[in-house]
């Protein structure tokens, strides 16, 4: 069974920096795709960042040029860069997998927390 953990996040003022990382574990059909999401509190899950198998990387408006997503394969981690971190990035993160035949995998989320 897939599991995945995220993990690194916390309070920041703003200005500040985060690392989330995602740790992976158990067997995949291969790798279609690899995604960071974020909840705000009240509000719907929105996508952050997208890696998918192709070598295409995408980002949300408000993250291009703030956040980066990386990979290690050998580790099977994935990591979100945060950086200039605003207020409103206050959210629940959440990493997502998706596998060959379209399964997602979705980890528990971290908390990000951004004080003014």
């Known amino acids: 069974q897939v599991q995945l953990v995220e993990s690194g996040g916390g309070l920041v003022q703003a200005g500040g920096s985060l690392r989330l990382s995602c740790q992976a574990s158990g067997a995949m059909f291969g790798l279609n795709a690899v995604g960071w999401y974020r909840q705000p509190t009240g509000k719907q899950r929105e996508q952050v960042a997208m890696?998918?198998?192709?070598?295409?990387?995408s980002y949300a408006d408000f993250a291009e040029g703030r956040f980066t997503v990386s990979r290690d394969n050998d580790l099977n981690m994935v990591y979100l860069q945060m950086n200039s971190l605003k207020p409103e990035d206050t959210a629940v993160y959440y990493c997502?997998?998706?596998?060959?035949?379209?399964?997602?995998?979705w980890g528990q989320g971290t908390q990000v927390t951004v004080s003014s």
């Open positions: 997502m997998k998706r596998d060959g035949l379209g399964s997602e995998y």
């Open positions: 890696w998918t198998a192709k070598g295409d990387t």
